[in-house]
């Protein structure tokens, strides 16, 4: 009975498919392009044929989740958006392969700034918009999309929240885990719109706004042109996309507690505090070693800040080659690979908040060498952290690197130069989507073989699960009665 509950409520995520999939099928409908209608059509059609008699056969009676339910249910339905979302890429006559397919949408739900597109621009808008639309999507997360809709059905949804959204502590803003969805969802949908008509004054037409708007504040990066952001040359457009990076790489749940006044909580808040101060430690290193590039101050803070604001929020847009740049810049970016944005936002990486914990505990680590009888706790917000969280901190780290050094592996494998598969698996199990080398600036993933792109797509929505809810499906643990 379980098993079958937990396909239907799949069935159901994927219904969220169908408001997804209309804005890009009525511009389609509107190119009068056949192939591209049906490859619209086709999925739209499976999603309500599986999602409708789901959600007729509920009854209105609690159902709740537990923990090895939850991981099962999210990393199931992540696998099954992918590959529904990649139906439109495939059957678009676009010479998309199925893996390139598959890797498409992977980015697009994992917000991963990647590509196998050399030439954007030839893509037809339908297919543009669903691209943005994916990212957008995925940002917030389609699970917790789905729980906001589970008082309709009886469902409990917090497993699923403590499965899907980033970071080591879940917190419920409201006593209902689907009233703090809704609120996130309103929180998210009003940024947008404040970018969407940011981006408008800016200069750019309602179309390249509206997919701009989805991809920034999805922390996802990808543009309309081939050129991205920079095809632009606006300095208030890239000013304005900067500022919303690094708002999307802030904890969500911040955001909250402003509009309830509570501002004390954004000065308090140890991870928004430490995210904030990388930002402009990181930013002043490399603006100054770009002086020398660019000879004036203001040009080389609006590019250096830039792509800080974008490699730290892990949103992967790329306003310049920053592979010209000299040593410092390069490296200064490089480290920020290793950090990634705060919990609860759209960002992908560690996470801020793993560090900072980190990073107090090393120096408890030393008070304890000099006073052996102390007791040393981490700190958080003022409030004295949970022992468990260290353990947990450490072993998510451990688990991450251990990801990448496998990625690394299989890709040197496969006949990639080692630093290549090194920033490869790096960019992609941080959902980043950009590095150096093969995956530099002006470059895509296009050239990796096929099997590389779906152990790519497999880690990036790993990633975006957090690597436990994926891997403690391997456990031999998970699956005794």
């Not at 059957?91 to 390139?100: A, E, P, Q, T």
């Not at 006949?415 to 470059?443: C, E, K, W, Y």
Request: aromatic share 14%.
């Amino acid at each position: 009975m379980k098993c079958l509950m937990l396909f239907r409520i799949i069935a159901l995520a994927l219904g969220i498919a169908v408001p997804m999939m209309l804005p890009a099928f009525g511009m389609a409908l509107a190119t009068g392009e056949f192939l591209l209608i049906q490859a619209f059509a086709i999925p739209l059609i499976l999603t309500l044929g599986c999602a409708v008699p789901a959600f007729g056969s509920f009854k209105k009676t609690p159902f709740r989740f537990s923990p090895q339910e939850g991981f099962l249910l999210v990393f199931l339905t992540w696998i099954s958006i992918s590959l529904l979302g990649a139906l439109p890429y495939y059957l678009s006559g676009r010479g998309f392969s199925f893996v390139d397919a598959v890797f498409e949408s992977a980015c697009g739900f994992a917000t991963t700034g990647a590509t196998t597109l050399s030439e954007v621009e030839c893509l037809p808008k339908a297919l543009l918009l669903w691209r943005s639309t994916t990212h957008w999507f995925g940002g917030m997360g389609i699970i917790l999309l789905t729980v906001a809709l589970m008082p309709l059905l009886g469902v409990g949804g917090f497993q699923l929240i403590k499965a899907e959204a980033p970071g080591p502590e879940k917190e419920k803003i409201t006593p209902k885990i689907t009233a703090t969805a809704k609120i996130l969802w309103l929180v998210y949908c009003g940024l947008t719109l404040l970018l969407f008509l940011l981006y408008l004054l800016g200069g750019m037409d309602g179309f390249d706004a509206l997919c701009h708007a989805f991809t920034t504040l999805a922390s996802g990066g990808v543009s309309t042109k081939n050129k991205g952001i920079s095809f632009y040359d606006s300095p208030f457009i890239d000013l304005v996309s900067t500022v919303f990076m690094i708002l999307a790489g802030l904890n969500f749940n911040l955001y909250v507690r402003l509009l309830k006044g509570k501002f004390a909580d954004l000065w308090y808040n140890s991870e928004g505090r430490a995210y904030l101060l990388i930002f402009i430690i990181a930013s002043g290193l490399i603006t100054g070693s770009l002086l020398e590039v660019y000879g004036s101050v203001s040009t080389a803070a609006r590019y250096g800040i830039y792509q800080v604001a974008s490699i730290l929020s892990t949103t992967g847009s790329v306003v310049t080659d920053y592979e010209t740049w000299p040593s410092l810049a390069q490296g200064t970016l490089f480290v920020l690979m290793f950090i990634g944005g705060c919990s609860g936002s759209t960002a992908g990486g560690i996470k801020v908040i793993r560090h900072v914990v980190l990073w107090k505990q090393a120096g408890n680590e030393l008070r304890q060498l000099i006073y052996p009888q102390g007791i040393f706790t981490v700190q958080l917000n003022r409030k004295v952290g949970r022992k468990e969280v260290v353990y947990g901190v450490a072993g998510f780290v451990f688990l991450y690197l251990l990801v990448i050094a496998v990625t690394t592996l299989i890709t040197a494998a496969s006949g990639t130069d080692l630093f290549s598969a090194f920033s490869a698996a790096l960019s992609v199990t941080g959902n980043l989507g950009v590095g150096f080398a093969t995956i530099g600036p002006s470059r895509t993933y296009g050239a990796f073989p096929d099997h590389i792109k779906w152990l790519f797509s497999l880690v990036m929505i790993a990633g975006r699960l957090e690597l436990w809810t994926v891997f403690v499906l391997f456990s031999p643990e998970y699956w005794r009665p």
